[in-house]
């Protein structure tokens, strides 16, 4: 996710996350990669991995 540098210079990833939960139109761009996963396996909750968050200035 992309934030205003102005806006958050300096700030913890977690205080930056506090905002995105709490607020609108924090982040000014998102970018997702994504990947087939074949078979279709069940939807159990053990087999989902969370993703890794990036936050980056701009």
Known sequence: ???????YAGM??????????NQRNVVQEMVAHMRAVKPIREPRRELQVQPRIEIFLA
Do not use: P
């Not at 996710?1 to 806006?7: G, R």
């Not at 977690?14 to 939960?21: E, H, P, Q, S, T």
């Open 1 to 7: 996710m992309i934030v205003n540098k102005q806006v």
């Open 12 to 21: 913890t990833a977690a205080a930056i996350m506090k905002d995105l939960a």
